[in-house]
């Protein structure tokens, strides 16, 4: 494996750090007032867990099922195994942690609510998601799967009133996510042949 291509854990963590600071610079200069959580915190965490279980649940469902996206997404999982190859348990835990914190802090808080103000729900979480997949677009089927969980992180912060909900649904998808392709990439399709 060309280990150009590895990400290294203290990276993913610094650049992950630097956003949060960024998006808390962007609230407190722009005055964005967000929903940080719900009338119930325990609500909160166990309904993001379960989101971000059924999240990962359908993905995995597409490389099993027979389906258009089976083989793209089977391969997009083979181009991220040398990337995050490596990748101990605590280093995992952190960067999913950090990425469910600070992408929705500037994704979902600082970006969506004040455009739900400007533009309406539909309009912001559209420009949101997209924006999100733009982030994350390593090709083509990243960028669309990553817009596709902004659509539902978007509507997620919408109807629940709170960051801590879709934080913790982001955190705990990315550390499935991450824990399957670093452990058993098979779960996701990684041992499918590749094809262009």
């Known amino acids: 494996m060309d280990s150009s291509k590895q990400l290294k854990a203290h990276h993913i963590i610094i650049s992950q750090i630097i956003l949060t ?3 808390l610079t962007l609230a407190v200069v722009f005055s964005i007032e967000m ?3 719900s009338s119930s915190l325990s609500f909160d965490v166990t309904a993001g867990v379960g989101l ?3 999240t990962y649940l359908f993905f995995a469902a597409l490389v099993k099922i ?3 996206l089976q083989k793209p997404i089977s391969a997009l999982t083979n181009s991220l195994v ?3 190859k490596g990748l101990q348990w605590p280093a995992i835990a952190v960067i999913s942690l950090l990425a469910g914190i600070s992408e929705e802090l500037l994704f979902r808080g600082v970006m969506q609510s004040p455009l739900t ?3 309406g729900m539909w309009p912001a979480i559209l420009i949101t998601s997209l924006i999100f997949g733009a982030m994350h677009a390593l090709n083509f089927v990243y960028f669309a799967l990553t817009f596709f969980i902004g659509l539902l992180l978007g ?3 919408i109807y629940s009133d709170s960051l801590l909900l879709v934080a913790v649904w982001h955190a705990v998808y990315d550390f499935i996510a991450l824990t399957v392709i670093v452990k058993k990439p098979h779960l ?3 041992d499918m042949q590749k094809e262009a």
């Open 21 to 23: 600071v960024i998006a």
């Open 35 to 37: 929903d940080l959580y």
């Open 52 to 54: 971000a279980v059924l």
């Open 66 to 68: 027979p389906n258009p």
């Open 82 to 84: 040398p990337m995050f």
């Open 117 to 119: 103000e400007k533009l």
């Open 155 to 157: 509507l997620g912060y």
């Open 188 to 190: 996701l399709g990684a």
